[in-house]
């Protein structure tokens, strides 16, 4: 038995043309990136499926991990208009979303008029966004979820699509601010970022301190994004993986019945978790070149969607307990 998504019906053969053709294009976009990025696929994997299941991602990982760099490649390699935003202590709200300026015409009347701020792109690279204020952080959070700012009590749209790929330090570094959870909940995915394997870094070397560095080139254009973001919402998803995302997303939260993590956990994910896991698994399905996603999918994308979403006890971090200890034992359960 599957579940399929509320969508205009599409048949089989359709649905595996449209499949078929998305395909390729993902290979291209992963041919595209690798000739920038060295290495590190399983980052890769996971940024790409955060874009294509249509969210944002958290990029976490120490300085020099070329973070900023993939954020840059994707930004060719899908043809969407990318703006950055170095995130600084100092950095107010009005550099993120825009201000309004008052203006005087020939004949003296005064009016003001909305300046765009750098959040009206299509990627937005929110680089170290940790090292701005929680005031700050925060005004990201209306577009985040719900694709449009306010200002001066007007609506004003954002491009479509609309992403927002943020890279972090690692909290323990100095100048560094945690995230509010209402703004981590609305990252799709945190992907962490770790050193690369040594062929991977002797690549590295090779090919980058040279003369001339790789590219990136331009392989797809973001109407074309979007259609793919649509295929992925309309695929089936088979009762086993329902049941499998509802068990992990619910052992996750205390009170549930779960001895480890009433033990451990002080909070878990909501609901937008589960929204997460579903379009994940569908798009890292589709990444790997299946038409509907199984319970492995599930299972691999359990710590990249639930690790920011979820809080420790004080006794659980004590002992040394970290979330991602928590959340591979319950993966093991599903």
């Known amino acids: 038995m599957s579940v399929m998504v509320k ?23 992963r041919d595209g990136v690798g000739r ?5 696929e399983n980052v890769v994997e996971r940024t790409l499926v955060a874009l294509l299941a249509g969210g944002h991602a958290l990029l976490v990982g120490v300085p020099g991990l070329a973070k900023t760099k993939l954020v840059e490649t994707l930004g060719v390699v899908l043809g969407l208009d990318s ?18 300026v008052m203006e005087q015409d020939e004949t003296g009347k005064r009016s003001f008029r909305f300046i765009s701020g750098p959040i009206f792109a299509q990627l937005l690279m929110a ?3 940790n090292r701005a204020s929680p005031r700050t952080q925060s005004a990201l959070l209306q577009a985040m979820q719900e694709y449009h700012v306010t200002i001066a009590g007007i609506r ?3 491009p479509s699509p609309f992403h ?22 609305r990252f799709l995915m945190q992907v962490d ?13 090779l090919e980058t301190t040279g003369v001339e560095d790789a590219k990136a080139a331009n392989v797809l254009q973001p109407a074309r994004l979007k259609e793919i973001q649509t295929l992925i919402r309309r695929m ?30 002080a909070w878990g994910p909501g609901p937008r978790a589960s929204q997460a896991l579903m379009l994940c698994t569908r798009a890292r399905a589709l990444y790997d070149g299946r038409l509907a996603p199984s319970v492995d999918d599930v299972r691999a994308l359990a710590e990249p969607v639930l690790q920011h979403r979820m809080a420790l006890t004080f006794a659980a971090r004590a002992e040394g307990t970290s979330v991602r200890d928590v959340v591979a034992k319950l993966a093991k359960g599903i």
């Open 7 to 29: 969508e205009s019906p599409i048949n089989e053969k359709d649905m595996v043309a449209e499949a078929e053709k998305a395909l390729a294009d993902i290979s291209r976009i």
């Open 36 to 40: 920038v990025i060295f290495g590190q």
């Open 83 to 100: 703006r950055r935003i170095q995130f600084t202590p100092d950095l107010m709200p009005s550099d993120i979303l825009g201000s309004e």
């Open 127 to 129: 680089d170290e966004i």
């Open 156 to 158: 004003h749209d954002l």
């Open 164 to 185: 927002v790929l943020a890279t972090q330090n690692p909290l323990e570094q100095e100048g560094t601010y945690p995230l509010p959870e209402a703004q981590l909940d």
């Open 193 to 205: 970022i770790l050193y690369p394997e040594i062929e991977a870094e002797r690549r590295i070397l």
């Open 236 to 265: 089936p998803v088979p009762e086993s993986v329902v049941e499998a995302i509802l068990t992990l997303v619910r052992s996750a939260r205390p009170g549930q019945g779960n001895a480890e993590t009433d033990k451990h956990v």
